[in-house]
């Protein structure tokens, strides 16, 4: 069945970039997202790219799918202390009728 | 604003207890989810729902049933909570588009066996 895997750990130092990589085996992906999850709430959707684009960029986010090698990024620049948080990397396709695949998700710790 | 409520942040319950989750949407969506969250395990579908009293089965629907009577209200029932149930439960719901479904998700309830 389809499968998205992520690193389940990533720190990084302030003011630095964070880049947290995915994979996914569904070669019929329509949409991949990225959602966050900070400390003892549900997830929220931080921005998702449909599967004929290659790059996103959404103010200090940026989103680079490569199609070829179904390999997905999220690149937070000048990451701060508010953005420690879980990041869940999914899937969707037309064939999947709503649902959404989702990762493990990647623990984002800041260090000063 | 898009709103999803969830009955209890917290519950602790013994085993063999009937539990119920509640879920309430007030988006007007059509699809509804539940999902449990261990660490390391991401979030893993239980069941979902594309309508009122329609459910399918997710990835992981042992021990767990569900119950939409009403388009806003999703509820999650074990009917007899054990151990390995011990989890965070979390709700979403979404409207179908055209393959681009954001999800919606509440703040999930954190449930302990005992």
């Known amino acids: 069945g389809e499968d998205v895997e992520q690193s389940l750990f990533l720190s990084v130092r302030e003011g630095d970039s964070s880049v947290i990589n995915c994979t996914y085996t569904?070669?019929?992906?329509?949409?991949l997202y990225w959602y966050k999850q900070e400390p003892g709430a549900g997830l929220q959707l931080l921005t998702y790219?449909?599967?004929?684009?290659d790059m996103k960029q959404d103010q200090r986010l940026t989103v680079l799918l490569n199609k070829k090698d179904k390999h997905l990024s999220l690149r937070i620049a000048d990451t701060q202390t508010g953005d420690s948080a879980i990041y869940f990397c999914?899937?969707?396709?037309?064939?999947?009728?709503?649902?959404?695949?989702f990762g493990s998700g990647t623990r984002l710790s800041i260090r000063p | 604003d898009v709103k999803v409520t969830q009955s209890s942040r917290y519950l602790v319950k013994r085993t063999g207890e009937k539990v119920f989750l509640e879920c309430v949407q007030d988006m007007d969506h059509e699809n509804m989810f539940w999902y449990r969250q261990d660490p390391g395990l991401g979030l893993r579908l239980i069941y979902f729902s594309y309508d009122v009293k329609m459910k399918e089965k997710g990835d992981i629907p042992e021990g767990y049933s569900v119950s939409r009577e009403k388009k806003e209200r999703f509820s999650l029932i074990l009917e007899s909570a054990s151990t390995n149930q011990t989890s965070m439960y979390l709700c979403?719901?979404?409207?179908?588009?055209?393959?681009?479904?954001?999800?919606?998700f509440g703040p999930g309830t954190r449930l302990t066996v005992l």
């Open positions: 790219i449909f599967s004929n684009m």
């Open positions: 569904d070669s019929s992906s329509t949409y």
């Open positions: 999914a899937e969707s396709s037309y064939s999947s009728a709503s649902k959404i695949i």
């Open positions: 979403a719901s979404s409207t179908p588009g055209q393959g681009q479904d954001t999800q919606y």
